[in-house]
């Protein structure tokens, strides 16, 4: 008996679905059910270009041309939108006087329009596709930013257990989760763990959300010495969320942390 006939049966089908005989099957499936853009809805393959896009990063071109709605310079430390000629290195207006547990953000674009539509999206029920379309959208247009940072790990932001008792998707999982196998790295998911439920940061001003998730967040072991994290989450703004988690990561060892997100939201209220 092969070591194949040993695997549990859906093991043997993940294995069988991997082979030539499963990439017909898929493509006679897409054929009879084309593939939607989980954002629009429409088919994503209509048309070379759409396919070529759906391709890459599971929306339609359309979508996803909308979404990246941020061109031109932005801050080197918290990814928001700039003037041009502006030195960054330091900050920016909106973070300088900010004293972050994180060393800087690399965003898609901003919480605006289509994309704070996604974003919100993603969050819902059955939005895990929508958040792999985003996260592999982030890859390709900041591949060789996060590249450059060259994590030892991927660890989320992660929600409070409830939220899956409510069918919450955890956005910020599924973006890391592609981001780590996009990188060749491992995604740490249990070694940081919100520990009590808090508001949603979105429903506070901005004085009220630096409060708000003070000790909600911990970290489970330690890291090796000088381990650099890319810490994931899917919007940030006061960048008090990724602040309370990064200092965890920080006790528990992390040299070095960036701060990757879907969306840089520049709202003061």
């Known amino acids: 008996m092969t070591s194949s006939h040993l695997l549990p049966p859906r093991r043997r089908f993940a294995r069988w679905a991997s082979s030539v005989a499963g990439r017909l099957c898929r493509s006679a499936v897409d054929l009879v059910y084309p593939p939607a853009c989980p954002l629009c809805g429409g088919d994503a393959r209509e048309g070379e270009a759409n396919a070529a896009v759906f391709g890459r990063v599971g929306l339609c071109a359309t979508c996803a041309a909308a979404v990246m709605n941020v061109e031109g310079p932005r801050c080197a430390r918290c990814a928001a939108p700039v003037g041009p ?104 998911g249990p070694i940081l763990r919100k520990t009590r439920r808090t508001p949603a940061q979105s429903s506070l001003k901005p004085s009220q959300r630096r409060t708000n998730l003070r000790g909600a967040f911990r970290a489970r072991g330690e890291f090796p010495s000088r381990v650099t994290v890319l810490l994931v989450d899917d919007v940030l703004t006061t960048g008090a969320t990724a602040h309370e988690a990064a200092r965890q990561l920080r006790n528990a060892g992390a040299d070095r942390i960036v701060t990757a997100v879907v969306a840089r939201g520049l709202g003061n209220g």
């Open 85 to 188: 000629h502006l030195d960054t290195a330091r900050g920016c207006a909106r973070c300088r006087a900010e004293r972050f547990a994180f060393d800087r953000v690399v965003a898609l674009g901003v919480y605006d329009g289509p994309l704070r539509s996604a974003c919100l999206r993603a969050k819902s029920p059955g939005g895990r596709a929508l958040a792999a379309g985003l996260a592999e959208l982030l890859w390709e247009r900041e591949g060789s930013a996060l590249g450059g940072v060259r994590p030892d790990c991927v660890v989320a932001v992660p929600h409070h257990w409830t939220d899956r008792l409510r069918g919450r998707t955890n956005a910020s999982e599924t973006l890391a989760q592609v981001l780590a196998r996009r990188l060749l790295v491992e995604f740490a």
